[in-house]
């Protein structure tokens, strides 16, 4: 509760909880008319019903308790809710069966900066998904020499020069260059970049105004990603075995209700873990 007073809050990680069909808000509490027999303070905010998806339909006391703790601090849960993982998938998996007990909750004021929230296919590293999220950024770009550059190239030709000096002497841009003058500091340096950057920035309005920019290709780059570098204990059917886990993960992630995939998938990761020991063990 304290950090909440603070700033705007996320929490992520394994609850053991599993919610089922359970809310984590107050049904029916966003009506003025609830509000007659029970007076609220003024400054009272209404829970907001949010509908969220979940494979996973059972619950248990941890789940409960989670929920209960959404509603006591207006925390919103993100699984099931946006793009990436509408259906609410399954964030855990082994040779038993699969949960959903690893959440994200945020205040509601971060909940609508969300992008989307992923959670991504198992492998071999944990029994536990990965999960990720993306949120909006409202913050505005500071003009730099650097996204200067990110402008592009102007295609310069002899018989557009007299339209380009005759941009640089309108008012607008001669207005400019006077203010940067009267803003100059002899005995301070500290400005030289601001003052270069609106220089710099004056040229690429009058060149926007009367010179082409030049397209850029639309070929697709034929330089390939380089590979990370095996590591030096791991042979080339560890690789492949690893690459099958991973495999078998995405596969399992879609077909979530197959129990011979789920086997499959569950004997695979333990031959890899089991091998990749071995070799680190003959290495070191």
């Given amino acids: 509760m304290q950090f909440k007073h603070q700033g705007e809050i996320l929490i992520c990680g394994d609850f053991n909880a599993r919610t089922g069909g359970l809310q984590d808000y107050i049904q029916n509490d966003d009506g003025n008319e609830n509000f007659i027999d029970c ?9 907001i019903p949010l509908v969220r998806r979940q494979m996973d339909r059972e619950k ?18 993100l699984n099931g809710r946006f793009l990436g993982d509408s259906l609410g998938f399954f964030t855990f998996y082994n040779s038993n069966g699969q949960s959903t007990v690893d959440y994200m909750l945020t205040t509601p ?20 998904c990965l999960l990720s999220v993306c949120f909006k950024s409202c913050t505005q770009r500071e003009t730099t020499l650097e996204s200067l550059s990110d402008v592009g190239k102007f295609q310069w030709e002899h018989s557009m020069s007299d339209n380009y000096h005759d941009a640089l002497l309108h008012k607008e841009s001669v207005n400019d260059i006077l203010d940067l003058m009267n803003n100059i500091d002899d005995e301070n340096c500290d400005d030289i970049d601001f003052l270069v950057s609106s220089v710099n920035k004056i040229y690429v309005n009058a060149a926007s105004k009367t010179l082409v920019l030049k397209k850029k290709s639309s070929r697709p780059s034929n330089k390939r990603k380089r590979a990370k570098p095996k590591k030096a204990w791991m042979s080339n059917d560890c690789l492949l075995l690893r690459k099958e886990v ?10 979530k209700n197959n129990a011979n995939l789920r086997q499959t998938y569950s004997n695979c990761v333990k031959h890899y873990n089991k091998q990749k020991k071995s070799l680190k063990a003959e290495f070191l």
């Fill in 109 to 128: 004021n971060l909940f609508y900066c969300v992008q989307h929230f992923i959670v991504r296919s198992p492998v071999e590293l944990s029994d536990h």
């Fill in 246 to 255: 991973r495999s078998l993960g995405k596969r399992l992630q879609k077909d």
């Fill in 39 to 47: 007076p609220v303070p003024i400054n009272y905010s209404p829970d």
């Fill in 60 to 77: 248990n006391i941890h789940g409960t308790l989670l929920v209960s703790l959404c509603k006591d601090l207006q925390l919103r849960l």
